[in-house]
């Protein structure tokens, strides 16, 4: 898929009109195009639910190589 596709890309995203109207002035407000707003808040949630992977992922692996030890059970880690 080459940069060019990726550029004029379009893609139709059905909206409530209540959100489709609450985005609108929010992103009025910051003064920026409805487009662009949306694409952001994609852009942001993307990015929260990969640093959530990380930190689980992190959290997996952490636990795997520093078990507790039988003498730590008792005791809050």
């Known amino acids: ?19 489709r109207e609450q985005a609108n002035c929010l992103a009025h407000a910051e003064g920026i195009s409805l ?3 949306i694409s952001l808040a994609i852009a942001e949630k993307i990015s929260r639910m990969e640093q959530a992977s ?7 692996l952490k636990g795997a190589r520093f078990p507790r030890s039988p003498l730590q059970l008792g005791k809050p880690a």
């Open 54 to 60: 990380l930190a689980a992922e992190q959290t997996r």
């Open 35 to 37: 487009n662009y707003f």
């Open 1 to 19: 898929m080459g940069l060019e596709y990726k550029r004029k890309q379009s893609f139709p995203l059905r909206l409530s009109p209540s959100m």
